[in-house]
């Protein structure tokens, strides 16, 4: 069953999840907007996306581009979870992936980290 949570209950989660990324790091997030939306259309079990060109990956020329995107799925992680302490801990996963593949960080490696 999933966990029941209010939305603006869930948002602060990752809102304190992104505050837990050490400063040097935040700081040198660059074009990029974290987002909360209830659920991937696509892929309806997903927990979070980037979507967006990595920091490793960008050029001289890289300018006037919308802003790269993270999304956490709170339908998705509610349902993925058995308990609020659960919910917090995977949201703060979820979060800190994801920034990890704005910084070019591949799926592979963050499984080795424990970021899977």
């Known amino acids: 069953m999933p966990v ?10 990752v809102a304190a999840a992104l505050d837990l990324v ?3 790091l935040a700081a040198a997030m660059d074009n990029v907007v974290v ?9 309806p079990d997903l927990l979070g996306l980037y979507e967006g060109v990595a920091l490793t990956e960008r050029s001289a020329d890289y300018a006037g581009e919308l802003p790269d995107r993270i999304t956490i799925y709170r339908d998705a992680v509610l349902e993925f979870c ?3 302490e659960q919910v917090v801990d995977e949201v703060a996963i979820t979060v800190v992936h994801e920034i990890a593949h704005h910084f070019g960080i ?3 490696r ?3 980290l424990g970021w899977g």
């Open 4 to 13: 029941t949570m209010p939305p603006d209950r869930f948002d602060e989660l």
């Open 22 to 24: 050490p400063a040097g």
């Open 35 to 43: 987002l909360v939306e209830p659920r991937n259309a696509e892929e």
């Open 82 to 84: 058995e308990d609020d």
């Open 106 to 108: 591949e799926e592979e």
């Open 110 to 112: 963050l499984h080795e």
